[in-house]
Nanobody, 118 residues
Framework: QVQLVESGGGLVQSGGSLRLSCAAS????????MGWYRQAPGKQRELVAS???????TYADSVKGRFTISRGNVQNTLYLQMNALKREDTAVYYC????????????WGQGTQVTVSS
């Protein structure tokens, strides 16, 4: 059974940094397309960053140049390094996994709250 557990969220001042982690079991992250989503109150969930099994990465325009998605070389963990955080980055962040070739993500973590204060 696939399980994804996020950690690393918290309260940070505008301009600060956080690194989110997503520990996986029941799946091998480096072999699976993975993504980070976020959902702010009253807003739709949006894809922030994604990485494929061949390390192709994509980012939402709103986070390009500030966020970096990566996988651990040894640990079965997905990361999201977030720099130069802005208040509008405040949201619950989720990691997700999909099968190669599938369009939808089928496994989700429980989410971790990121709050950016001014």
């Amino acid at each position: 059974q696939v399980q994804l557990v996020e950690s690393g969220g918290g309260l940070v001042q505008s301009g600060g940094s956080l690194r989110l982690s997503c520990a996986a079991s029941g799946t091998v992250i480096r072999l699976s397309p993975m993504g980070w989503y976020r959902q702010a109150p009253g807003k739709q969930r949006e894809l922030v960053a994604s990485i494929t099994s061949d390390d192709t990465v994509t980012y939402a325009d709103s986070v390009k140049g500030r966020f970096t998605i990566s996988r651990g070389n040894v640990q079965n963990t997905l990361y999201l390094q977030m720099n130069a955080l802005k208040r509008e980055d405040t949201a619950v962040y989720y990691c997700a996994r999909r099968d190669a070739g599938a369009s939808d993500y089928d496994y989700w973590g429980q989410g971790t709250q990121v709050t950016v204060s001014s």
